[in-house]
């Protein structure tokens, strides 16, 4: 299958795309992975991505796109593969139908995980991490550490990354609005959309979301 993931940020895009990818046996491809690859190998599209990002601006489409491209002309994207972060926008979303219909395949399905904004905003800024180690992660509501402040694993202090706060996330939820939601309805026209709700457990929202695509598949 090949499937563009879409959602707000606080939607749990990043587990969801790792568990699906692994379900359906497709690599999961996303625009962080991208930009950490290229660079770290020191590419031709790493070192325009660099530049852009070491002058504080944002990576334009067209290196994004091409980044996407040779990423998708990779073998084990053969028989499909799940996009997570990519496109982000229309214009990207236009360009990636074009470089399909060019290799002569199609998306089968574009799954957007919804999630109430107010619920966004709750699991974001409910964060806390470890500052000794960044994978010990904490939730003030969902995944309190014993002691307020203090990592249940290694002692070190928790703090709220500076993007997590509430006025930062309806800063970055507005973003997602104007620019990459619009995306839903381009694909929508296509009848290629299938929305399903990201609030319960994390394998809840899994086996929704594998139930919904096959359903879309079969139809």
């Not at 959602?7 to 749990?12: E, F, I, K, L, Y």
């Not at 590419?43 to 796109?65: C, N, S, W, Y």
Request: glycine share 10%; net charge negative; proline share 4%.
């Amino acid at each position: 299958m090949r499937i563009v993931l879409v959602g707000p940020p606080g939607a749990g895009k990043g587990t969801q795309a790792a568990f699906l990818a692994k379900n359906l046996s497709i690599p999961h491809i996303s625009t962080g992975d991208l930009f950490r690859a290229n660079i770290s190998q020191g590419t031709d599209l790493g070192k325009q991505a660099r530049a852009f990002m070491d002058a504080g601006r944002l990576v334009p489409d067209e290196v994004t796109i091409a980044m996407a491209k040779d990423r998708m002309a990779q073998s084990d994207a053969e028989n499909g593969f799940l996009l997570d972060g990519f496109p982000r926008n229309v214009g990207q979303a236009v360009a990636l139908d074009e470089m399909l219909l060019g290799e002569g395949v199609k998306l089968d399905a574009v799954l957007d995980l919804e999630v109430p904004e107010d619920e966004v905003v709750k699991r974001i800024a409910g964060r806390r991490i470890c500052r000794n180690d960044s994978s010990h992660v904490f939730h003030v509501t969902y995944n309190a550490p014993k002691t307020e402040g203090v990592c249940d694993v290694c002692g070190g202090e928790l703090y709220q990354r500076d993007d997590d706060t509430e006025e930062t996330v309806r800063t970055r939820l507005e973003v997602y609005h104007t620019q990459t939601e619009p995306i839903i309805d381009h694909y929508r026209s296509q009848g290629l959309v299938v929305t399903i709700s990201a609030l319960g457990k994390v394998t809840e929202v899994t086996d929704r979301a594998m139930e919904a695509l096959k359903k879309s598949d079969e139809g």
